[in-house]
Structures are given as C-alpha cells and as structure tokens.
C-alpha cells in the first residue's frame, strides 16, 4: 500500500476525533435503594396521603416502571442480587433462614463481582451509604466488595436488640429512641452505638451530596441504600408529625425530601445529565408491622412473600438529556441495573460471570422494548413463580408470615398480570398452552444454574 499524502493526514486525524467525541463519557451511578417500602407508598404509584413530590418530579422526568420487581422477597438475598445482577442462589445468598443476621457467619462470597468491583476497574470512585446487610465478616463487608469508602449500619436496624424489646414495641408509633443497639459505622470503624436513628435519614443524605461535590470531576457509583421504612420508624424532628398517613408516612415524605436534595446537588453541579439515577426498593411492604408496614397498593400480599406484593417495588429511572420520560409496563427488575450500569459506563460484558438481567438503555433512552424475558420468583433456593410477558405461574406459595409452609401447586396458579395485578382469579384450565411455553422457560433456566454454598446456614 503507496504511504498516504501528507494532506490526508490532518483529515484523518479529524476523523478519528469526530468518532472519539461520539462515544458518550462514562455516566455517574446513583441506586437509590429503600427498605420495606410497598409498591403504593408514593405519589405517582397511587398513595392518596403520602406526598411525594421530589418522587413524582423524578418520575414525570424519567421513566417510572409500573412493572418493576425487587432481586427477592426479603433484605439479603434482594441486595445481592442488585449487586451482582445474578439470582441470589448463584451467590449462595439464599436459605432457610431468609436473611443474615449479626451471628450468621456467611455473606457476600468474595468471589461473587459486584457492581462496585466492575466500576471501580473502569476508574470509579464508589461508595456505599446506609444499610449493607450483606455479612459483616472478612470478605463479606462493603470494602470487601469494591466500594472506597462506606458510612450506615451493618444490617438491619431491629436487630441487636435491648431484653424486653416485642414485635409490638418494634411497629410501635413512638418506638423507644435506645431500644436498639445497632452500630453507625464509617470504613468498618463504630462512631456511634447505639445509632441515633431519627438522625440516619438526614445523616445519610448529607453523607451522598459530599460525596457527590467531592467526585463531580470524576466517575463516581454512589449506592445509597436507606435504612427506612424497615421498622423501627424513625424521622427527624423537622418530618415528624407532618404526614397524613402518621409515622410511615413522615419517614417516606423525608425519604422523598432526601432524594429530592440529590437531584439538586445534581443539578447544580451540572451532573444532571451525567448521571443515572435509580429509585427502588428492597421488597415490598411489612404487612405484619400494621399501620408502620406500608401498602402494596393493588398488589396481593407483601414482604417475605412471592406473590406480586412482595416482589413489585417503584422503580423509578432518572437521567435528563439520555432517558425519555415516559411510563413503561415492560417488566424490569434488579438484574437489569448491573448491565444497564455496565453499558452506561462503556465497560464490556463480564467474562466468565453469568448476568441473569439485560441493560435497560435501549428501552430507556430511544423506548426499544427488549421483548419477552422470563423472570424467576425464588424464596431461598426454592422457585416459587415465572412470569414470561404478561403471565405468571405460581408453582408453590406462601404468604410472607404466618403460613408455616408453602402449598405446592399439582398444576401451576396461572395469572394474567395486566387483567389482574391483584392475583385474584387464576385462569390456568383455560390456557394450559401458556404454562407449556413457561414450563419450557423454567426447565432452561434449572437446566444452566449453578447453586452457590448457602450462606445464611
């Protein structure tokens, strides 16, 4: 091949700019994750007394998901599912226990890759704030597990707590402030015990928009994962009182009031269009917890169960500039965020790792559904439930407490979601064609899954 003419070279060298300024520079990460919060506890999902407006900004902006399901049914397998994009069996994260506690001795393998390990390798800054519930041991903890810097609780806020302390003290209205030992910690270091738990909201907040200025020139993955509304309830002086909808409804409007002042330390900065940010919850609502439980709205039971109630969260996608605003009843959930983030950074897919989600950006940002995807419904390591497009087979249920043992199905519970999100009239003499085609669904997914070591033994 002749050498090229001097002349062509500056050409080309514009050329090669145009397509380097082409590609996007990788998008800020900000989940958004809440605890015990049902699927009717904000404005733009129905609740009649819970003022949500930051919430309901961030939704008329964005994407709201009407469809939108939690990694499982409880805290601990739901959280590693968000963090590695996988089912919790393939972690390990799953048992009869259901949840870890401050005795357990697993958690989060070291092998699994979370989130923050692969963003952290793309060049950035990562932190976690609030609740981590994902093991306190070597290996397990948020440093562990790619995140820089860490401030929140180890695990659940009910848990180590003082002799005397019921389930009823717990859902109480006026929850005793020193009923609870549980630790504040920054980089596994305790700055207070027990934490002052009216203050974690606001103290949480403060902790992200920091973290937020001191990264804004520079990648960052914030993972603000809030310790409310798990009972017990807690809200600052300046919510407390203000609801319609009593206690509850003072920690969701602060939740709100703190998300609100996230995206305004964003827009500020101008990292609006920077940055994606993701609202979700855990699981759905405490039922058993009465008035301090939440809602599920429409939806059929709530935590601890796989009924729609106690896997269908908000999910609300927020990024001005790159995300359409719009309302979308695609089914998404969880597994979905670890690809999307991946895809917004500009990393490749994971070798060696098995992702059970896709990236969400081309439904996000041009409103390319990514068609028909099963989702499996596991509690533990048993499967539940299937939904593929508009339908869901329930192969055993159980309510979230109470129900000592799950009821086994001889032919699958069939509901069609859209007709009947409440799960109140099963229709599966009448379309046994469908449960073929998710039996098929089903029978694929056990056939290439690989269960982890349980960790919640």
């Given at each position: 091949?002749p ?13 090669a ?5 082409a ?8 989940v ?5 919060q049902?699927?009717g ?19 008329a902006?964005?994407?709201?998901f ?7 049914e ?7 599912a ?68 860490t ?11 003082r ?10 209205d ?27 909201t ?19 993955f ?29 920690v ?14 964003l ?10 940010v ?32 106690g896997?269908?969260?908000?999910g ?34 994971l070798?060696?790792?098995?992702l ?14 990514p ?45 069609r ?14 379309h ?26």
């Amino acid at each position: 091949m002749p050498p090229l003419p001097l002349l062509a070279l500056p050409l080309l060298l514009a050329v090669a700019a145009v397509g380097r300024a082409a590609a996007p520079a990788p998008a800020n990460v900000i989940v958004i994750l809440t605890d015990d919060q049902g699927y009717g506890d904000l404005g733009c999902y129905g609740s009649p007394t819970i003022r949500t407006p930051h919430l309901d900004r961030m939704a008329a902006e964005g994407v709201r998901f009407t469809d939108f399901y939690s990694g499982a049914e409880v805290c601990s397998p739901s959280r590693a599912a968000l963090l590695t994009g996988r089912y919790p069996p393939r972690s390990g994260m799953a048992g009869h226990r259901r949840v870890l506690f401050p005795n357990s001795e697993g958690g989060l393998p070291a092998a699994e890759v979370t989130l923050a390990e692969a963003l952290k390798a793309r060049g950035y800054a990562t932190a976690h704030i609030g609740k981590w519930h994902l093991g306190i041991r070597p290996g397990s903890r948020p440093r562990d597990q790619g995140f820089d810097r860490t401030f929140g609780l180890p695990y659940s806020n009910d848990m180590d707590a003082r002799p005397g302390i019921t389930g009823r003290i717990r859902a109480s209205d006026n929850p005793p402030a020193d009923g609870w030992n549980v630790a504040l910690e920054r980089d596994g270091e305790v700055v207070e015990r027990p934490a002052v738990q009216a203050t974690l909201t606001r103290r949480y907040t403060d902790e992200a928009r920091r973290f937020i200025a001191e990264h804004a020139n520079r990648p960052f993955f914030l993972y603000l994962a809030h310790s409310m509304p798990h009972t017990p309830l807690f809200a600052s002086p300046e919510f407390r009182g203000r609801s319609r909808r009593g206690l509850y409804g003072d920690v969701i409007e602060e939740l709100d009031a703190s998300t609100g002042e996230i995206l305004d330390e964003l827009r500020r900065r101008g990292l609006a269009e920077r940055t994606f940010v993701f609202y979700t919850s855990d699981n759905g609502p405490w039922l058993i917890e009465g008035l301090q439980g939440g809602s599920a709205g429409p939806l059929r039971e709530g935590k601890g169960s796989t009924w729609e109630g106690g896997m269908r969260v908000p999910g609300i996608a927020w990024m001005p500039g790159r995300i359409k605003p719009a309302v979308t009843s695609v089914p998404a959930s969880f597994l979905d965020l670890f690809p999307t983030a991946l895809a917004l950074a500009g990393a490749p897919a994971l070798a060696g790792v098995t992702l059970d989600g896709t990236s969400l950006l081309p439904l996000l940002a041009e409103g390319r559904d990514p068609g028909e995807r099963a989702y499996f419904f596991y509690r533990g390591f048993e499967l539940f439930a299937c939904r593929l497009g508009d339908w869901k087979a329930h192969f055993q249920t159980q309510a979230g407490y109470g129900q000592p043992k799950p009821e086994a199905h001889e032919r699958p519970l069939l509901f069609r979601l859209p007709h009947d999100p409440g799960e109140r009239h099963e229709v599966g003499a009448a379309h046994p064609e469908v449960l073929a085609r998710i039996q098929e669904a089903v029978a694929r997914h056990r056939a290439e899954l690989k269960l982890g070591a349980p960790q919640f033994q």
